[in-house]
């Protein structure tokens, strides 16, 4: 680099240092900027909602019209999900892996809301077989999202997705909506919680780092 | 003896650098957040990105979200290019170093 001993190792350490810098913001910018956690508690508590909904018949004449309860409450928890996250995520970048991951859920919802409506209108539905294709929906997508994250805890709740899916169908309307509400508890209210903890940490550690 | 590279002088300024590695990450980064992840000022930030602009490696769009200003900076194309090719010649630079 330069005749001088000094000089030239000086610049050799400047230049690992950016080599260095090149490697630490890559990583920086690739760093969980994602928080999903209160995705999984907002539908959690939005399914809770539509099951009590349309299993009681005293709560009046709005709330008493029981075949609203699935599409009324899945739109409004679709409506606050968007609100909710352009509020939050507004500031944080994209990455291609966030991406791809949102794409699927969407798409996921999009195919579930056509798909139960459907069914819904015309009739076709019996309870076990309406609870099976909503838990293997959430199984495969929770499945996927899993792989591309790599995350153990998120293909546990794919595999109680799939369990609950053929249960429910093995299984009388009683034992079968049991099975759907423990899915539930621990795939979208624990697992949000547990989410939105860890997210917690991560930004207590970011900035720890950056202070 | 074969010629040593010259570093892209663009490039090489630690937060230009610096903020093109970011921007490799993610597909666009607001203003405030390139702020955060590299601890800089925002007229030191604001320069240095105005360099990497005017240098065509970094594309700007400005727009309002719920009636909020927010910038967003990608990284283009040349930037990639020219990020890839100073890493290549960084690398050659220390194994010539290594070998000396």
């Given amino acids: ?211 | 003896m074969p010629e040593l590279p010259e570093l892209n002088p663009v490039i090489h300024g630690k937060l230009r650098l610096a903020l093109l590695s970011l921007l490799t990450g993610v597909e666009e980064a607001e203003f405030t957040w390139l702020r955060v992840k590299t601890g800089s000022t925002d007229g030191n930030l604001g320069a240095q990105l105005l360099k990497l602009e005017e240098a065509g490696y970094v594309a700007v769009e400005k727009k309002f979200v719920q009636r909020k200003p927010q910038t967003l900076y990608r990284m283009t194309e040349s930037g990639r290019q020219a990020l890839t090719e100073y890493v290549q010649a960084l690398k050659q630079l220390l194994g010539g170093a290594i070998d000396a």
């Fill in chain 1, 1 to 211: 680099m330069t005749g001088n001993p000094i000089n030239g190792e000086m610049e050799e350490l400047e230049l690992r240092d950016r080599l260095s810098l090149i490697e630490n913001m890559i990583a920086e910018g690739r760093r969980g900027t994602e928080s999903w956690g209160w995705v999984f508690l907002l539908w959690g508590v939005a399914y809770y909602v539509a099951i009590l909904w349309s299993s009681t018949s005293f709560l009046g004449p709005i709330w008493g019209r029981q075949y609203l309860a699935w599409p009324v409450t899945m739109t409004v928890a679709c409506v606050l999900t968007i609100v909710i996250g352009m509020r939050k995520e507004g500031r944080r970048p994209q990455t291609t892996i966030s991406r791809a991951i949102a794409a699927m859920w969407m798409a996921m919802g999009i195919s579930m809301f056509i798909l139960l409506l459907s069914l819904g209108i015309s009739g076709r539905v019996e309870q076990q077989v309406f609870i099976a294709i909503i838990a293997a929906m959430l199984g495969t997508t929770n499945a996927a999202s899993s792989f591309i994250l790599k995350w153990k805890m998120q293909l546990a709740c794919a595999v109680v997705w799939w369990a609950a899916a053929v249960i429910s169908l093995f299984s009388n309307v009683t034992q079968s909506s049991l099975v759907f509400l423990l899915a539930i508890f621990f795939c979208q209210i624990v697992f949000g919680i547990y989410g939105m903890m860890a997210e917690a940490r991560e930004r207590r550690l970011q900035g720890a780092s950056h202070a």
